[in-house]
């Protein structure tokens, strides 16, 4: 893999996950239109979100199994190429289940396109740049959001063109992906590797990361990415209430959630060097533990001035989401990687599309800073959950056969 590969496919994989997390955002930005024009009631308008996090945990069934046995590359295509005509299908719908439908098929292609980068980008890159690489790719999502917000202001009210362009825009990571991405050079090594029975190659089953072996990190895993999601999710989704409920202008609350992306932004990135100089478990861990510890400040501070330093500082430590690709990624062999990682992470990720239906019913009875503290209880018993896992390792494996934890060597 040469140096110049490994550059261009860092920087086509950032920009299909730009483009999945903008069709992510999309729909948040333009919810008060669509309820207002579609008639929805808020608990409708949820399941809107809802739908679209189903989706996206379901994909882990099929996504990842596509992408260990026909490749990284098609698998990124069709994902991309999936969530973008459901996307765009929603300019024509006036009907609130036929959306639904919609949302929930596109998250199949959204959930598609984490699996897909995350497994390329550990595969092309070195071991040691392996995890600031895939935080780098996944610090696309707060830049998706603020494309996603960009899109918004120019379209909206009109919401049909804003889906209709987003969905059409696609193209350009398809187009990206077709002539500048190869196949990986590992997953190609280890499917030529298999054996040939009656001219057809051995396929690789979704049942294989629940053997022996793996199961251990399938199952912990997935708990522990759906403790953390459903913290992010429930926190993300109610924060701008919250800080509205604080009496704060609606455009001081617009500049804070702006500020609160850059430093996702730039925390993506800084942790995932610290990952790869201090160990992908423990940085995740501490990103973990240092979001519970900051989020209680934040909800009970009401100085304005607090607000605009604490606010940004927890989006700066709350960067555990782009260090799952590289810590996952590292857990499952080559074999069974797409598969095992998307499984963890997009089941976990499902599991929180309640998160804020949830929450919602937890500030109703007591309050919306209980709500969001409870939140940052998901992160420490998320931390907690790791404990059991392996520490930074990447499986060493034949191409046939499956590994046991012992055939993992620390790094």
């Given amino acids: 893999m040469t140096n110049r590969t490994k550059w261009t496919v860092l920087g086509t994989c950032f920009l299909a996950y730009t483009f999945d997390a903008v069709e992510l955002v999309a729909l948040t930005v333009a919810l008060p239109t669509i309820r207002a024009d579609l008639h929805l009631s808020p608990v409708q308008g949820g399941w809107l979100a809802t739908m679209t996090l189903l989706g996206i945990g379901i994909s882990s069934l099929g996504s990842g199994w596509f992408a260990d046995n026909y490749g990284r590359k098609p698998a990124l295509l069709i994902s991309l190429v999936v969530f973008g005509v459901f996307t765009a299908l929603l300019s024509v719908t006036t009907s609130f289940w036929l959306f639904l439908a919609l949302r929930f098929i596109a998250g199949f292609g959204l959930g598609g396109v984490w699996s897909a980068v995350s497994t390329l980008v550990v595969e092309t890159w070195p071991k040691a740049q392996g995890a600031r690489a895939v935080a780098f790719v996944i610090a696309a999502f707060p830049a998706g959001g603020v494309l996603a917000s960009l899109a918004g202001s120019l379209l909206l009210p009109d ?117 790869d100089k201090i160990g992908r478990k423990s940085t995740l861990m501490l990103t973990l533990l240092a979001s519970a510890l900051i989020l209680p400040i934040y909800v009970v501070t009401r100085n304005e001035v607090l607000l605009m330093w ?102």
């Fill in 159 to 275: 919401w049909h063109l804003m889906f209709l362009v987003l969905g059409v825009a696609v193209v350009i990571p398809v187009v990206a992906v077709i002539f500048t991405i190869e196949e990986s050079p590992r997953w190609l090594e280890q499917r030529r590797a298999r054996p040939v029975t009656d001219g057809k190659r051995a396929s690789v089953g979704i049942g294989e990361i629940f053997r022996p072996g793996l199961v251990k990190l399938t199952v912990i895993g997935t708990i522990v990415v759906a403790l953390a999601q459903v913290g992010f999710w429930g926190v993300n989704t109610w924060l701008p209430t919250f800080l509205a409920d604080r009496g704060l202008d609606i455009n001081v609350v617009a500049l804070l959630v702006a500020a609160n992306n850059a430093a996702m932004f730039v925390g993506y990135n800084v942790f995932g060097f610290v990952a």
């Fill in 310 to 411: 604490i606010g940004p500082l927890f989006a700066f430590v709350a960067s555990f989401g782009a260090l799952f690709g590289a810590y996952l990624g590292g857990l499952f062999p080559t074999r069974v990687r797409a598969s095992g990682a998307g499984f963890c992470f997009n089941v976990g990720r499902g599991a929180s599309a309640f998160a804020p239906l949830a929450l919602g019913g937890i500030a109703g009875g007591y309050g919306l800073v209980t709500g969001l503290i409870l939140c940052g209880g998901f992160f420490v018993v998320s931390a907690l959950t790791m404990i059991p896992l392996p520490n930074d390792r990447l499986v060493e494996e034949t191409p046939n056969t499956l590994p046991t934890t012992s055939d993992v060597v620390t790094s």
